[in-house]
C-alpha cells in the first residue's frame, strides 16, 4: 500500500477542474474497489478547496458491484457480507469484498454529502455496449461508473457531473 500512489491519484481531480475552467464538478462518480481513485480525488478537492481555487468540494458517488459491495452495505445500513462472501464480477477491479481504507472510503464519501450505489453486471454490460457505440473502448471497471450514473439520486438537472472512465478495454481481449 504505497502511499505515494494514493497522492498520485489526485491528479485526476487536478485535471477535472482544470478541464472545467478550474471550477469543481457538482456531482464526481467514481467505481470504488480499494478506493484509491476516489480517496486521491477527495484529497485533491480538498487541496483545491483550501487554496481558494474551488469553492467546494463536489459530491462523490462510490459505485461498486452489486455481487461485491461491502462498503455500500455498510453506508446503507445493510447487513454485511459473509467472511469469504463476494461473488465475482464482470467488474473485477471493484470487486473487493474487504477494502483496506474502507473507513477512509466511507468517510470521504459522507463528508462529501455524497453516496453508494451498486450495479450489476447486466448494467455493466449495457454500459460497455453503450460506451463502444460512441468509440469508446473501456474496461468493465470503468464502465461500472457510467453504469452508476442512473442509479445517482438527483442525476439529472444536478449541473456537472463527471464519471471515472479510466481503464482501457483492451484488457478484455482474450
Same mark, same amino acid.
Given at each position: 500500500?504505497?502511499?505515494?500512489?494514493?497522492?498520485? #491519484?489526485?491528479?485526476?481531480?487536478?485535471?477535472? *477542474?482544470?478541464?472545467?475552467?478550474?471550477?469543481?464538478? $457538482?456531482?464526481?462518480?467514481? =467505481?470504488?474497489?480499494? &478506493? #484509491?481513485?476516489? %480517496?486521491? /480525488? /477527495?484529497?485533491?478537492?480538498?487541496?483545491?478547496?483550501?487554496?481558494?481555487?474551488?469553492?467546494?468540494?463536489?459530491?462523490?458517488?462510490?459505485?461498486?458491484?452489486?455481487? *461485491? $459491495?461491502?462498503?455500500?452495505?455498510?453506508?446503507? &445500513?445493510?447487513? =454485511?457480507?459473509?467472511?469469504?462472501?463476494?461473488?465475482?464480477?464482470?467488474?473485477?477491479?471493484?470487486?473487493?469484498?474487504? =477494502?483496506?481504507?474502507?473507513?477512509?472510503?466511507?468517510?470521504?464519501?459522507?463528508?462529501?454529502?455524497?453516496?453508494?450505489?451498486?450495479?450489476?453486471?447486466?448494467?455493466?454490460?449495457? !454500459?460497455?455496449?453503450? !460506451?463502444?457505440?460512441?468509440?469508446?473502448?473501456?474496461?468493465? #471497471?470503468?464502465?461500472?461508473?457510467?453504469?452508476?450514473?442512473?442509479?445517482?439520486?438527483?442525476?439529472?438537472? /444536478? &449541473? *456537472?457531473?463527471?464519471?471515472?472512465? #479510466?481503464?482501457? &478495454?483492451?484488457? %478484455?481481449?482474450?
Amino acid at each position: 500500500w504505497n502511499p505515494l500512489f494514493l497522492q498520485g #491519484t489526485k491528479t485526476f481531480a487536478y485535471e477535472v *477542474c482544470e478541464q472545467l475552467g478550474w471550477r469543481a464538478p $457538482d456531482t464526481v462518480v467514481l =467505481p470504488v474497489g480499494n &478506493g #484509491t481513485l476516489l %480517496l486521491g /480525488a /477527495a484529497l485533491a478537492f480538498a487541496e483545491l478547496q483550501a487554496a481558494g481555487v474551488i469553492h467546494r468540494v463536489p459530491r462523490l458517488v462510490a459505485v461498486q458491484a452489486a455481487s *461485491c $459491495d461491502p462498503l455500500a452495505r455498510a453506508f446503507h &445500513g445493510r447487513p =454485511p457480507l459473509r467472511r469469504g462472501a463476494g461473488g465475482g464480477s464482470l467488474a473485477e477491479g471493484i470487486a473487493i469484498a474487504e =477494502p483496506v481504507r474502507g473507513a477512509q472510503i466511507l468517510s470521504a464519501v459522507r463528508d462529501s454529502g455524497g453516496t453508494f450505489v451498486s450495479v450489476d453486471d447486466g448494467a455493466v454490460r449495457g !454500459a460497455l455496449r453503450a !460506451a463502444a457505440a460512441e468509440g469508446l473502448l473501456i474496461e468493465p #471497471t470503468a464502465a461500472a461508473a457510467l453504469a452508476g450514473l442512473s442509479l445517482v439520486p438527483d442525476a439529472t438537472g /444536478a &449541473g *456537472c457531473v463527471v464519471a471515472a472512465v #479510466t481503464g482501457h &478495454g483492451l484488457k %478484455l481481449a482474450e
